[in-house]
């Protein structure tokens, strides 16, 4: 059973920042590539960054480049967004979520069927 919690949400001014926490439970965190998504009241989940396995390879929302960081330390099963610069639009509740199956598909998956797994969610409140 694998089990993702998210930490590192709440309230912060525009321009501030946030780092965003998600511990992997189970011996193969190592072997996914990891996700982060957000999704605002009613909107879908959206994607926002992703890791390769290794930490080799990332890939980020066109509204998240250069302002966000993903990062994971397979030594910890843990896996960060830090997110800076943030503006109101970043508000959401915000998903950690692991892809099992990168490694057989060859690349990083964006969207939400990629994912098997996925945490509660912690909230991000950005005003203005």
Known sequence: Q?????????????????????????RTFSTYAMGWFRQAPGKEREFVAAIWWSGSSTYYADSAKGRFTILR????????LQMNSLKPE??????????????????????????????????VTVSS
Do not use: F, H
């Open 90 to 123: 970043d508000t959401a509740v915000y998903y950690c979520a692991a892809d099992r199956d990168s490694w057989r598909r060859g690349r990083i998956g964006t969207s939400v069927p990629d994912y098997n797994y996925w945490g509660q969610g912690t909230q």
């Open 73 to 80: 330390d397979n030594a910890k099963n843990m896996v960060y």
């Open 2 to 26: 694998v089990q993702l919690v998210e930490s590192g949400g709440g309230l912060v001014q525009a321009g501030g920042s946030l780092r965003l926490s998600c511990v992997v439970s189970g």
